[in-house]
C-alpha cells in the first residue's frame, strides 16, 4: 500500500463564500396585522398605512401634525409644562427622563393653535410613545388650558386621543384629570363651540371615560381599539367570551358609541368639511 496523500485538483468554479449583500437596518417593517413584510418608504407614503391591509400604524404626535393640519399652522403652546413626581413613585424620574429622551418631548402631548382646511381650532394630540400616552397632571392641565383657549378665541377645540389610560405614577392627582379635562368640555359646551374628539390606536382607561368620549362629535381612525379595560379582564370579570372585533371602532361606530371612522388620509379633508359645517352654523 501507498502511503502518500494525493492532491486534488483545482477547482474552476466560482467561490461559494461568495461575500453577503448588507441589508441596511430599517427598510423594511412588519405589519402588526397581517403580518406581511413592507418596504418601509412605501408605508411612508400611504399615511403610515399598511397597503396591503389597511392596518393604521401607531404613530407619534409630530407625525401626526401634517396630516391633521394645514401646512405651517401648528404653533405650539404650554411647552414648557413638565410633569414632577409629586408623590416620590419609585423609578418615576428615571421614566420621565428616559421617555423624555426617547420622544423629544416633555410629557405626552403636544398643544397648539393650528388650522385644519382653513378653520382656526384649538388642538391637543396625544403620544402613545411617551409612558403609553398616559394622562397625568401635566396633560390634564394642557388639555384643561386648550379648552380656555377655545373659548377665549371662540374656536373649535380638536383632541386627538392615544393613550392607556391614567397615569398610575401619579396617583390621585391623575385620576383628578379625568374631572378636570370633563369639566373643561362641559364649559366650551356652555360657550356654544364645537368639540371634536379623535380616537386613534389605542385609547383606553380614564382617557375614554373622561373628555376623549364627550365630543360633540367623536370620529376613529380604521380597526383602532377603543375602551375601558382590557378585552382578557373583562373576560375574566364577567367569565364570558367577548363577540368578534369587540373594542374595535367598526364595532362601537355599529353598536353608537362613535359617530365616524375615518381613514388617516382623509382625515384633514374631512374634519376641514365638518369645520365648514360648524362654522357656518
Keep these: 500500500m501507498a502511503w502518500f496523500k494525493k492532491e486534488r485538483p483545482e477547482s474552476t468554479a466560482p467561490e461559494v463564500a461568495a461575500k453577503k449583500v448588507k441589508i441596511p437596518e430599517g427598510l423594511w417593517v412588519k405589519c402588526d396585522n397581517c403580518k406581511e413584510i413592507i418596504y418601509r418608504k ?10 396591503k391591509c389597511d392596518y393604521h400604524f401607531r404613530i407619534t404626535a409630530s407625525e401626526r401634525l401634517p396630516y391633521l393640519v394645514d ?30 429622551k426617547k420622544t423629544g418631548l416633555k410629557d405626552a402631548i403636544i398643544s397648539g393653535d393650528a388650522r ?35 373659548i377665549e378665541k371662540q374656536m373649535p377645540f380638536v383632541s386627538v386621543a392615544s393613550s392607556g389610560g391614567a397615569r398610575m405614577q401619579e396617583g390621585i392627582l391623575s385620576l383628578m384629570q379625568m ?9 366650551l359646551g356652555d360657550a356654544g363651540l364645537p368639540f371634536i374628539s379623535v380616537l386613534t390606536d389605542p385609547t383606553f382607561g380614564g382617557v375614554t371615560a373622561s373628555f376623549a368620549m364627550l365630543g360633540d362629535l367623536i370620529v376613529a381612525e380604521p380597526k383602532c381599539l377603543i375602551g375601558f379595560a382590557g378585552p382578557r379582564v373583562i373576560e375574566q370579570t364577567i367569565k364570558q367570551q367577548l363577540p368578534a372585533g369587540f373594542q374595535r371602532a367598526e364595532f362601537l361606530l355599529e353598536h353608537g358609541m362613535i359617530d365616524m371612522i375615518i381613514p388617516r388620509k382623509e382625515m384633514r379633508s374631512t374634519l376641514g368639511r365638518i369645520l365648514d359645517f360648524f362654522a357656518s352654523a
Excluded: W
Design 179 to 187: 374631572a378636570k379635562t370633563s369639566a373643561a368640555v362641559a364649559r
Design 116 to 150: 385644519i382646511g382653513g378653520n382656526p381650532v384649538s388642538l391637543v394630540i396625544m403620544d402613545f410613545n411617551f409612558m403609553g400616552g398616559s394622562m397625568g397632571s401635566v396633560v390634564g392641565e394642557k388639555i384643561a388650558r386648550a379648552v380656555e383657549r377655545a
Design 42 to 51: 412605501e408605508v411612508e407614503k400611504n399615511f403610515k398605512v399598511c397597503p
Design 71 to 100: 401646512e405651517g399652522s401648528f404653533i405650539e403652546v404650554e411647552d414648557g409644562l413638565s410633569p414632577r413626581d409629586f408623590l416620590g413613585f419609585k423609578d418615576y424620574k428615571d421614566k420621565l427622563k428616559s421617555n423624555r
